[in-house]
């Protein structure tokens, strides 16, 4: 045939591959997991570097990236949470300990990145150098503003910075007689821009904002601006300029007063934290929270894995869906229970029913390698939600230890009898998560393991975001919030994939190698 016939004739016999529908064939095949299929490669005309990841994880928040930390209690605490969000992702703070304390972590991940602070931490001249060591050691900082009522709002009369006081040894020795008296300030109306341009000039650390009778109304630092250079994508609240933090609560009502401390430290998204999302206690707290606290803060419910569980959660005015039962590497709820279903399955079938309404999924369980990510995003979910993948790492709660020459890091799921114990009944996320607290015998649905350290997450987000971009490219999709539509128009193609084929497409046929995965 004349090859330049080629595209008409190919037109005629079809592209090659299955369309979505296709491959998730219940009667057919049954459920699927990540590793069943692979989508075939479509057409590039476009450079990986400039990919857009940009994806809603509920009705009203967006990211640039859609990677979010698992709430457990060896993942995500606040320096998880806190750089999570620098790179462009979102940290859930686990509910594995006491309301205060939880609430502690999102004041810490609040504190960490702001535009204007517009609730400073304030002392007076009367407070001593032991209470600026107090506050940094709880929340990392040490520039604080001296008023003349120790308030926001009172006469500005100085300021405490590190170098003040990091030679002093009296503790008790009161600000007045440390404090810097002569401070750069701004007057009340200036614009961002124009304080952080006040800021390089003066070469301060702190600009304190201050209306025309010297009253403290606000703070801008000069730590933000730096933090703005170095993490372009960060998350941030659009009008706080705060980093995004979300966190777990259950759906107890002892949980309803930890909320309300969650949302006062200044909570962005609520995860309601079940391992089987549809129940009437699920739906009660979603009321509840949209009556109690309503434009204030985003729910994201589930567990789910079947269009029933997610009608009744969307239906109850849930912003998003978590996707997932018994996936996790240390999730046994499968084999104990012999509830859940696939990954693959439960992700394509809930997103493209929450789609009709406009909630977003987050694909949770699963993820061990940059192909999963894409595989789930291709299968509908916006997000994904890691633990195994980002436990290990030094941001992730714990101390390493050695076994065998390996350096490890202790990783264990909210179901294993280990997590359960942690805490009393009122403030065990675990026990509330598996409906364990009033059981007398306690049911693991988890393990406790360790992971290989993976180093900072500085470096290991930017090789997942990278490679997840690259594969994109392969697919043909220039944007992600253009993958469903083109899965769904059948432009990006499928196929499944035999044993024989999950063993040809690994490393195989070598003595030895070394897998080394970024630089």
């Not at 990540?34 to 857009?52: Q, R, T």
Request: proline share 3%; glycine share 10%; charged share 20%.
């Amino acid at each position: 045939m004349d090859p330049q016939l080629a595209l008409q004739e190919l037109e005629k016999m079809g592209g090659d591959g299955l369309t979505a529908n296709e491959l998730i064939d219940l009667k057919g095949t049954g459920g699927m997991t990540y590793n069943d299929f692979l989508i075939l490669p479509g057409y590039i005309n476009f450079p990986a570097d400039g990919v857009s990841l940009e994806t809603k994880i509920t009705r009203n928040i967006t990211l640039k990236t859609p990677l979010m930390s698992s709430p457990m209690d060896t993942v995500t605490e606040s320096e998880m949470a806190i750089t999570m969000a620098l790179l462009g992702g979102i940290g859930i703070l686990h509910n594995n300990c006491t309301p205060d304390e939880q609430a502690a972590m999102v004041r810490k991940v609040k504190k960490f990145e702001n535009g204007f602070i517009t609730d400073p931490v304030v002392l007076s001249a009367q407070h001593k150098i032991r209470d600026v060591l107090e506050i940094k050691r709880r929340l990392g900082f040490a520039g604080i503003p001296i008023t003349e009522n120790g308030k926001v709002g009172g006469k500005l009369v100085g300021i405490v910075a590190n170098r003040d006081i990091g030679f002093r040894e009296d503790v008790d020795t009161e600000l007045s007689a440390v404090m810097t008296t002569n401070v750069v300030t701004a007057r009340h109306g200036v614009t961002l821009a124009e304080a952080n341009q006040i800021l390089r000039e003066s070469k301060k650390g702190k600009l304190p904002i201050v209306d025309t009778e010297g009253n403290l109304v606000s703070l801008v630092a000069r730590s933000d601006l730096l933090k703005n250079r170095d993490y372009p994508w960060a998350s941030k609240h659009p009008q706080t300029k705060q980093l995004l933090v979300g966190a777990a609560i259950g759906t107890r009502p002892a949980d309803r007063q930890r909320l309300a401390k969650l949302v006062e430290a200044g909570l962005d998204v609520v995860i309601i934290d079940s391992s089987q999302g549809n129940s009437s206690f699920q739906i009660d707290m979603i009321k509840h929270i949209k009556e109690t606290y309503p434009g204030c803060v985003d729910v994201l419910a589930g567990n789910v894995v079947t269009r029933d569980q997610a009608a009744n959660l969307i239906a109850a005015g849930a912003d998003g869906l978590r996707v997932g039962m018994g996936s996790g590497s240390i999730c046994i709820t499968q084999e104990v229970m012999a509830v859940g279903r696939p990954q693959g399955t439960g992700v394509y079938q809930v997103s493209k029913f929450a789609r009709k309404f406009g909630v977003p999924t987050v694909a949770d369980g699963g993820i061990s390698n940059v192909g999963h990510i894409a595989k789930a995003l291709a299968l509908g979910a916006s997000c994904v939600m890691m633990g195994s993948l980002l436990a290990g790492t030094s941001e992730a709660p714990g101390e390493y230890f050695f076994l065998d020459g390996k350096r490890l890091k202790k990783y264990r799921g909210m179901g294993s009898l280990d997590a359960m114990e942690k805490n009393d009944s009122d403030n065990s996320g675990s026990q509330a998560r598996y409906f364990s607290e009033s059981d007398k015998v306690k049911v693991a649905q988890g393990v406790t393991g360790a992971v290989v350290d993976k180093g900072s997450i500085k470096q290991f987000i930017p090789y997942l975001i990278t490679g997840l971009q690259h594969s994109l490219q392969d697919m043909g999709v220039p944007r992600l919030s253009e993958l469903w539509t083109m899965v769904d128009a059948g432009k990006v193609r499928f196929e499944h994939r035999s044993a024989a084929a999950q063993i040809e497409g690994g490393v195989h046929g070598l003595v030895s190698y070394e897998k080394r995965l970024y630089k």
